[in-house]
């Protein structure tokens, strides 16, 4: 059974009732960030009982959220009056994330001769534990909407930028996080389990890129390059995208692996 690509869950974020219990945290606080949450997988305009089921509190916690979140422009109505969505506000955060990130804020010029030289799709996505969560995606011929998007994740175990963050972790902690991991196939091609991705893993660390095939879409080859902080740990990955309709992974590896590598290296050293 194969599954959508938008968001692939958190996995470390989620709190224990330990970090509840802390007299520092704030449970209002949780409360608001779980209705903003509940748009995470929605289609379309949430109704306050949407909200309430969505972000497991009683409708009347619900509509007090949702009123402030509106007074404060980070919730607003439908234009049809249907329910609500994210609102405006929420942007403002986002940048600021993005402009302060050190990754995000030296990768850009870096990415953006990667495209000029690869002229095939070229992302960039920070490493949150169960997945990786794209924050610079920069588009050739093949546009789409989802694939234009920031704020995207796939999982660690079957993408090429998940497999090139592995290859940097010690052994026993990646097996820690395929173990974790729901492994439910996107394709009939997506490697599912553990010891199949870690011979991946390996021939990654190897080569010092990954080379996947049909794992998060059926049609698609991307390779993924590991970016570290000063200490060597993995945050952050390169991916370069193309077809196979296009390319046979040889020739694919061959044009590109040179490319992402040293844009790699210039990324490592910020």
């Known amino acids: 059974m194969t599954r959508n690509t938008t968001r692939a869950e958190p996995g470390k974020r989620n709190l224990s009732e330990a970090d509840r219990a802390g007299a520092l945290f704030v449970q209002s606080v949780e409360k608001a960030m779980s209705v903003l949450a509940a748009f995470h997988h929605a289609d ?10 969505r972000s497991g509190i009683d409708r009347s916690a619900a509509q007090r959220m949702v009123h402030t979140l509106r007074a404060l422009n980070y919730i607003e109505r439908d234009v049809d009056g ?24 030296e990768a850009m010029p870096v990415l953006q001769e990667l495209r000029s030289e690869a002229r095939e799709r070229i992302d960039l996505s920070l490493f949150d534990d169960l997945r990786v969560i794209y924050a610079i995606r920069l588009q050739t011929k093949r546009q789409t909407f989802n694939a234009s998007i920031v704020g995207h994740s796939v999982p660690v175990f079957c993408s090429a930028g998940g497999w090139a963050i592995l290859s940097h972790l010690r052994e026993s902690h990646a097996r820690e996080i395929l173990n974790r991991s729901d492994r439910r196939p996107f394709t009939p091609h997506t490697i599912t389990e553990v010891e199949d991705t870690m011979a991946q893993v390996a021939l ?12 998060i879409l059926s049609s698609e080859i991307a390779m993924g390059f590991p970016i570290l902080d000063r200490t060597g740990a993995p945050v952050a990955a390169i991916h370069i995208a193309g077809s196979l ?5 040889e020739a694919f ?9 040293q844009a790699a290296r210039t990324l490592s050293k910020y």
Do not use: C
């Open 44 to 53: 379309g305009p949430l109704t306050l009982s949407d909200i309430a089921a």
């Open 82 to 105: 249907h329910g609500f969505r994210p609102g405006l506000r929420i942007l403002d955060h986002t940048l600021d994330y993005l402009r302060l990130n050190p990754v995000v804020r």
């Open 253 to 261: 590896s061959a044009r590109m692996a040179p490319l992402g590598l």
């Open 245 to 249: 309709s296009e390319w046979k992974p």
């Open 204 to 215: 990654t660390r190897e080569n010092g890129f990954a080379l996947a095939t049909s794992q």
